[in-house]
């Protein structure tokens, strides 16, 4: 077994890992200015998107490492086997940029270069087809956090909320709802006629529920930092 493990060895070439290294550089930077420019998360995409560099130029030094020895290899799959990730990714779009930091650095660390910057850009051009076609069709669509605590004195329902939303609005799409003892938070994506339609849609809210706390996020082309 030691003999094998042995012959498997292939001295790493510091050449090829610094032009793997400044290739993941680039792809990393492209897939960061992707992510802010056409991602529609609700949490701070500049702040998320700062770790694809440093998962990109990981994965590369780790792959690169481990295949010039099998022996390494297993040790990796070991030391895997015990790290347990807590983070929770609260957005399948987040998972999926990760997924793709990381096979950027796989491809770039497994000397696959032409592969992995023809298939990233191929990748990332039809996203952002996507995504471009999607925000044009929905231009006017905001996301609403509407928030309150539940007392005697005045209940909040959803179907009186959205239908208030509704009356005000082209169409209004609950996304998330929050109930924790006596607080309740709802998230809509509304899509608005106008600024003017939002400000009396608003102004209906506060007159119908004068404790309800609202939070507004443009879905505008422009990143939310």
Do not use: N
């Amino acid at each position: 077994m030691e003999q094998f493990l042995f012959l498997s060895s292939d001295p790493l070439s510091l050449q090829k890992l610094l032009i793997a290294l400044g290739i993941g550089v680039v792809l990393s930077l492209l897939l960061r200015w992707h992510f802010q420019r056409f991602g529609s998360t609700l949490s701070s995409r500049t702040e998320f998107a700062q770790i694809f560099p440093f998962i990109v130029l990981t994965t590369v030094l780790i792959i690169s490492v481990v295949k010039s020895s099998l022996a390494l290899s297993l040790g990796l799959v070991g030391a895997l086997s015990i790290v347990r990730f807590r983070t929770p990714i609260k957005e399948p779009e987040e998972l999926a940029y990760l997924f793709m930091a990381i096979a950027m650095g796989l491809g770039l660390g497994a000397d696959q270069t032409i592969p992995t910057v023809a298939s990233s850009a191929v990748i990332l051009a039809v996203t952002a087809l996507v995504k471009g076609l999607r925000r044009g069709a929905m231009r006017t669509g905001v996301y609403c956090s509407f928030d309150w605590v539940d007392a005697s004195e005045q209940t909040i329902e959803l179907p009186t909320l959205e239908r208030i939303i509704k009356e005000h609005s082209k169409s209004a799409d609950l996304r998330r709802y929050d109930s924790r003892e006596a607080r309740s938070e709802a998230t809509y994506l509304i899509d608005v006629k106008d600024h003017d339609a939002l400000t009396r849609m608003l102004d209906a809210l506060r007159s119908r529920f004068p404790g309800m706390g609202v939070t507004i996020i443009d879905q505008g082309p422009k990143p939310i930092d």
